[in-house]
């Protein structure tokens, strides 16, 4: 069964300095993996996916994540963080088959960022 | 251009009474789904539809049911609700079946008391 585990609920940066919210996936077969982010009263919104083409994604807004299949990971990194940076961030997977990915995403239970001036 | 909406944005019911919460898709796809977001938590998945047709369906007790109309609008309508069915529903849209272009609405946000 497919699963993301997200090491940190809550994560506090300052304005300029990096960020790093973790997490972990397990997955019997080759995953999607994606992130997104949730802002307060709106809707989710994809910030990068992982479909095996490269190992590193570049997202929206200056995020990326790296798939690392030797440590069943899929960390999301900004280099400088942003005070519009603060929400909830979700890790996402899903299964892929020969027909392509499946519709139902498997959330993580999220990591509130905050961001500090 | 539209994106996905939903209504209504907050709803109040009590235990035993029957909810029917709505999602109109982007417009061109043809699928929605419907996931359940408890407080403090990641949505959950609920059920997909496809062309008029289930394509998935998630953990959840059989007093939760939808369809799509012919227009791929949707509807979830949740029977003899409980304390614990009080979540934000989130509906999303995509071109297709696959789970890689997913667009969510602003959810509506349903109080069970």
């Known amino acids: 069964a497919q699963s993301v585990t997200q090491l940190d609920s809550h994560v506090s940066v300052s304005e300029g300095t990096p960020v790093l919210l973790r997490c972990n996936y397990s997955?019997?077969?080759?995953?999607?993996l994606f992130w997104y982010v949730q802002h307060p009263n709106k809707g989710l919104q994809l910030l990068l996916k992982?479909?095996?083409?490269?190992?590193l994604v570049k997202g929206i807004n200056g995020f990326e994540a790296e798939f690392k299949k030797s440590e069943t990971s899929f960390h999301l990194t900004k280099p400088s963080a942003h005070m519009s940076d603060a929400a909830e961030y979700f890790c996402v997977v899903t299964l892929v088959n020969y027909g392509g990915s499946q519709g139902n995403l498997i959330f993580g239970k999220g990591t509130k960022l905050s961001v500090k001036p | 251009d539209a994106g996905v909406t939903q209504s209504p944005t907050h709803l109040i019911k009590t235990r035993g009474q029957h909810v029917t919460l709505r999602c109109s898709p982007i417009s061109g796809h043809k699928s929605v789904s419907w996931y359940q977001q408890v407080l403090g938590q990641g949505p959950q998945f609920i059920f997909q539809?496809?062309?008029?047709?289930?394509?998935g369906r998630g953990n959840f007790p059989d007093r939760f049911s939808a369809r799509q109309f012919p227009n791929y609008s949707s509807e979830l309508n949740v029977n003899a609700l409980l304390l614990g069915d009080s979540a934000l529903y989130l509906c999303a849209s995509s071109p297709g079946w696959q789970g890689e272009k997913l667009f969510f609405g602003s959810g509506t946000q349903l109080s069970v008391l």
């Open positions: 997955s019997s077969y080759s995953p999607s």
């Open positions: 539809y496809y062309e008029k047709e289930e394509r």
């Open positions: 992982y479909t095996s083409a490269a190992t």
